[in-house]
Each structure stands twice: as structure tokens, then as C-alpha cells.
């Protein structure tokens, strides 16, 4: 019987200032594990450090599509190194397409994702990938690379859009579900087999229901999982038991 994992949040965030002990202490004594994504070189380096000091958290680590303009070529290569040698970095990410704020053009993001998505594909690591309005390229560019794999985090498309790279993609959920108006997500997860899909929070955002409009955390991957075993009608437990299961596997993380 497994606990519940959070496979995307970010204990690096700011928000938790004052209560980052209490967060991963509640970690610590109620989930599984949890991965915590940077979102650039700062933050990524917060969540090695993160990871580095509490046994069930992990790291994921590399520039958001909104925050590639800090990109440089040493800070990246830092980062492949680091990868290379930390075992609890298991992810790169996120990492993906943003045209919702468009911080830079399409080319130019299109260009810092491949970038990553080849680093990720150079130290064998899952991409954790953040897509907002972007999706038909977003999977356009993720089928051209047969031998990455990865989380779709807070996959906002429907269940037809992303079987092309099923087979090597987990579809990651979290708060939108539990949404009066997550009808479309919900849609999606009905079809989406449980086999792949993961659970998160991506706190201290997109908090579920009961909670919204509070700051989020991740226990609350809890409310993600009732909602899941309603949808699916399955029974709670197994609900965490195989997308523990997923988490494991796609991250690579042995128990
Ligand atoms: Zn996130």
C-alpha cells in the first residue's frame, strides 16, 4: 500500500518563506514523495538544495517557458551537471510553451524547449513539461523525439491530443480537476487510463476545491485523488497505489 506522491510542486517558492519547515515536515509524514520544479536557474538550485537535505523530496530542474531570457549557456551546462551526478534530480523541467503571456516569440521558445528537452535527452531524465496555449506544438515537438519521456504537468488538452506520445507521456492532474469548471479535464481523465497518469498540486498554486482561492500545498494532492476515484469509479487507495506506482517509474525513483 503506497501513500500519495506529489509529482509537481515547488516547496522553493517564495510563498512558503515562513512555513517551508512545516510544509516538508507534513511531506515527510504523509506522502510518498513529491518532486519539487524549479522554474529557472535560482529556483532549480533551491530545489537540488531542497532535495538535496529531506529523503522524500526530489528535484526537477531547468528555465520555464516565461523565464528563458535567463537563459545562458554556463548556467545550462551547470544544470546538465548536475543532473548528471545528483541521483535526486530525476526531472528537467519545467520546461515547454507558454502563448498565454508570450514573453518571447514562438520561434524563440520553440528553440530554448528543444534545448532542453536534447539536455534531458543527454542525461536520460524525465521532462516535466509546462504547455499553456501551445498545445498542438507542444506535442508536435515532444513526437519528434522518440526517446524522451515525461509528465505532461497540469495537461490542459483533451484525451485525443495527447495518444500520439502516449505510449511515453504520463498525463500529470491536479487542482483544475476538482474545479466546478474543470468539466474538460475531467473529460479528458474519464478516457486517459489510469496506468498513465500522475497526481499533483503545483502548489502554492491552482488550489483544489475545497480550498481554492487559499495557498495550496502538497497534501492536498489528497482532494485530487477523491476526485479522480469518483471519476473513474475506483476505490481510493487504488488510486494512489498505481499512480504511485506511475510516479516511480517515469521518474525513475527506486523505492
Ligand atoms: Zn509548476
Not at 536520460?124 to 515525461?150: C, F, P, Q
Request: proline residues 3%; glycine residues 4%.
Amino acid at each position: 500500500m503506497y501513500k500519495l506522491v506529489d509529482s509537481h510542486c515547488h516547496v522553493n517558492d517564495i510563498q512558503y518563506k515562513d512555513n517551508k519547515e512545516e510544509i516538508i515536515k507534513e511531506i515527510k509524514e504523509n506522502m510518498e514523495f513529491v518532486v519539487c520544479s524549479g522554474w529557472d536557474y535560482d529556483s532549480s538550485i533551491e530545489a537540488i538544495n531542497i532535495a538535496n537535505e529531506n529523503d522524500n523530496i526530489y528535484a526537477s530542474i531547468g528555465f520555464h517557458p516565461t523565464d528563458i531570457s535567463k537563459i545562458t549557456d554556463e548556467k545550462l551546462l551547470e544544470l546538465e551537471n548536475l543532473a548528471k551526478t545528483n541521483k535526486k534530480i530525476v526531472g528537467i523541467g519545467e520546461i515547454g510553451l507558454d502563448y498565454h503571456w508570450m514573453t518571447d516569440e514562438k520561434e524563440v521558445q520553440k528553440k530554448f524547449f528543444r534545448m532542453q528537452i536534447e539536455l534531458a535527452k543527454r542525461v536520460n531524465k524525465a521532462v516535466v513539461i509546462h504547455t499553456r496555449e501551445a498545445l498542438a506544438d507542444t506535442i508536435e515537438i515532444l513526437d519528434e523525439y522518440k526517446d524522451v519521456y515525461g509528465v505532461l504537468h497540469c495537461y490542459p488538452g483533451s484525451y485525443e491530443a495527447v495518444l500520439p506520445i502516449l505510449d511515453r507521456y504520463y498525463v500529470s492532474v491536479g487542482g483544475v480537476l476538482t474545479f466546478k469548471n474543470g468539466r474538460k479535464t475531467k473529460e479528458m481523465l474519464s478516457k486517459v487510463p489510469i496506468e498513465k497518469v500522475v497526481l499533483e498540486t503545483d502548489s502554492p498554486y491552482l488550489t483544489p476545491t475545497p480550498f481554492r482561492g487559499r495557498i495550496n500545498k502538497p497534501i492536498y494532492t489528497h482532494y485530487v485523488a477523491e476526485e479522480i476515484a469518483r471519476i473513474k469509479e475506483m476505490s481510493y487507495q487504488d488510486v494512489i497505489d498505481i499512480t504511485t506506482k506511475n510516479a516511480y517509474e517515469v521518474y525513475k525513483i527506486c523505492k
